[in-house]
């Protein structure tokens, strides 16, 4: 069955970082694009961050792009998300996702989900 298990999540203030990590089932997940949402409470699932299977080509969303940066490392079968700079309405529950072939901004499209983790950023 494949998994995937967050961590990272925490409390921080305004200014500080943060590195999330998502661990993926070796062979089941491997050949899988990855990504990174969130999702505030009353609000819809926000897309991040996504990154190809290989880890050679990603996109970062206009929201957080310059402060957020999404990686991947097979040899460890992870995917990472550094949050830097973060401000109180990063607030949320993070979660990772795999998705077939490619990543995409649509969190629907999306096969396997991790059960998250929450950032509070606090001023």
């Known amino acids: 069955q494949a998994q995937l298990v967050e961590s990272g999540g925490g409390l921080v203030q305004t200014g500080g970082s943060l590195r999330l990590s998502c661990a993926y089932s070796?062979?089941?997940?491997?050949?899988?694009?990855m990504a990174w949402f969130r999702q505030a409470p009353e609000t819809k699932r926000e897309f991040l961050a996504g990154?190809?299977?290989?880890?050679?080509?990603?996109y970062t969303a206009d929201s957080v792009k310059g402060r957020f940066t999404i990686s991947r490392d097979h040899a460890r079968n992870t995917v990472s998300l550094q949050m830097d700079s973060l401000k109180t309405e990063d607030t949320a529950i993070y979660y990772c996702a795999a998705k077939e072939r490619t990543w995409h901004i649509d969190p629907a499209r999306y096969q396997y989900w991790g059960q998250g983790t929450q950032v509070t950023v606090s001023s």
């Open positions: 990154i190809s299977i290989s880890g050679g080509s990603s």
């Open positions: 070796e062979g089941a997940l491997s050949n899988y694009a």
